[in-house]
């Protein structure tokens, strides 16, 4: 099971290379952050990610996080509005079809002068009956071939 979910986030990070331009170029960045949930649950599909408290940087003390309503958080400010929606939840299959591991992908919208729209791909996994997110690709949502729109993660 965990040599599945490196594939499939590997595939889902590929940049395509068009032209006659050879070099890659990435617009992703990926880290792996052990943070887990206050939350006990005994199957990782219990977990109600569409009301599910999401931070940009987990573990983060300073960070307050966005706490989804029906899979979207919206907040305006004095300089503009800062909002999340939840584009993806799928539970990977392993040979037992008993998956203890969920990957969600955020949109994050954060404007102000200019705005700013990014993706957060996070891979949980329930460890110690605690929903853990264990590795976070953060993507521009503006490049060619993101978003889970994207071929690359429809194929997986």
């Not at 395509?16 to 887990?36: E, L, R």
């Not at 999401?54 to 300089?79: C, I, M």
């Not at 509005?81 to 954060?110: M, Y």
Request: aromatic share 10%.
């Amino acid at each position: 099971m965990r040599l599945v979910i490196p594939v499939l986030l590997l595939s889902f990070a590929t940049v395509h290379i068009s032209g006659q331009d050879s070099t890659v170029k990435t617009s992703y960045d990926i880290s792996i952050p052990n943070y887990a949930y206050g939350i006990k649950t005994s199957s990782i599909r219990d977990v109600n990610f569409k009301n599910l408290t999401v931070f940009w940087h987990p573990g983060d003390p300073t960070e307050r996080g966005a706490k989804l309503q029906n899979g979207s958080f919206q907040h305006r400010h004095d300089y503009g509005f800062e909002g999340v929606d939840l584009d993806l939840l799928t539970f990977p299959n392993d040979e037992s079809g008993a998956s203890q591991s969920a990957i969600i992908d955020l949109h994050w919208k954060d404007c102000g002068g200019s705005c700013t729209e990014l993706g957060f791909v996070q891979v949980f996994e329930l460890r110690l009956q605690h929903p853990t997110v264990v590795q976070i690709i953060e993507y521009d949502r503006h490049a060619p071939e993101t978003a889970s729109t994207s071929t690359a993660l429809q194929e997986c």
